[in-house]
Structures are given as C-alpha cells and as structure tokens.
C-alpha cells in the first residue's frame, strides 16, 4: 500500500436520503443486509481500519463495531468533504501517515481492487489524490487523500467552498478508471429503482 502508514478508510454516512423518504441510508437493507455492511464487505480487506462519518447519535450505528465520526461543528451539514476531513484527522490522531481512502455509504458494489488501482494511480502521476472514475464519469467522493490534505479541505469549507472535486483538484488529482459494464461498480443508491437494480446485479 502507498503512504509510509498504509490505507485507512471512511465511510460517508452523512447525508439525508431524502429520496429514499429520508432516514439513515446506511442501514436500508440490500439483500437483506445494509448497504453499509456490504461496503465494508468489499472495503474492510482491502485497507487498516475503517470509520464511518455520521452526525447525530452513534449508538444507532453501534451492530457494525465502528468508531462514528461527527462532522466539526463548524462543517457540520456542508456535505462529503466535511466527512472526508473527519475521516483525515481521524486518520491522523490514529494511524500517523496513512492514507485516506474515502466512500460513500451508498455504493455496496465496490471495487475488491480499489485501493490497489488507486494506489497505482498516484503513483504514476504524482498527484496527492486519486479518485475513480467509471463510463467517463468522475466518482470524486471515492478517492485516496494524503494527510497534508487536511488544512487544505479546512480551509475550503471556511471559505464556503465545499466541493469535493474541486478541494481533489487543487491538490493535484489523478484518475483511476474502472469498467461500467456489465454492472457499474460505483452505482450510487438513490432511490428505490437503484435498489432494485442493484438486487438484480447481485443476483
């Protein structure tokens, strides 16, 4: 693995899922298992330790063994890169030089090489982050961030700058590409047709 202290990972967790009525995304089953224990089932292997960025009470993530990390209150609400910067503090206080790899909590058909691809990615580049990419679409939320991005995310969210695409690019971005077909492996739970069609991929 890259990074003098290997790979760790977050698990964003953070957002509303109104389009789904609302409610903790996480934990909506997907055959008959959250969708949250089907990415740490592909995510788990592959790095150190994991995390889940979440507000409110952690006791109601406490079935899946994870330490819960809360926006800053200062982020709280300004979407993934405030989770990403949990999750690089985090990273830092626990597991000095690792590297961050960041995912959503709604894409269960993750990659069993991710790390590995986006590993190779900043190494042949030199950037500081890596993210995926799939069908020529760019998945910035899914990415390897180095410790040093933190001050640098911090001060974007000050500054109301909240994108998560544009806080990897001004560290110097690199993409890793990955199939679309036959299933996309960054297929983001939305609503409920993604639901089911992620049951049929399974299937």
Do not use: Y
């Amino acid at each position: 693995m890259s990074g003098s202290g290997g790979v760790v990972a977050v698990v964003l967790a953070g957002g509303a899922a109104r389009r789904m009525g609302g409610g903790d995304k996480a934990v909506r089953l997907l055959a008959g298992r959250p969708l949250l224990s089907h990415v740490l089932a592909r995510i788990a292997p592959q790095v150190l330790a994991v995390a889940l960025n979440a507000n409110g009470d952690p006791a109601r993530f406490a079935a899946f063994g994870l330490k819960v990390l809360p926006d800053d209150a200062m982020q709280a609400g300004q979407g993934p890169l405030a989770g990403v910067l949990a999750g690089l503090r985090w990273a830092a206080s626990e597991h000095p030089g690792a590297l961050l790899l960041s995912v959503p909590t709604d894409t269960p058909l993750l990659p069993e090489d991710l790390v590995t691809r986006l590993s190779a990615a900043l190494a042949a580049s030199g950037a500081a982050v890596a993210c995926a990419s799939s069908g020529g679409r760019l998945h910035p939320v899914v990415a390897l961030w180095p410790p040093q991005a933190a001050p640098v995310l911090a001060a974007a969210l000050a500054a109301g700058r909240g994108g998560v695409q544009a806080a990897a690019a001004s560290l110097g971005l690199a993409v890793a590409e990955f199939a679309a077909a036959p299933v996309d492996p960054f297929m983001n739970i939305n609503d409920p047709a993604a639901l089911a069609a992620a049951e049929a991929s399974l299937r």
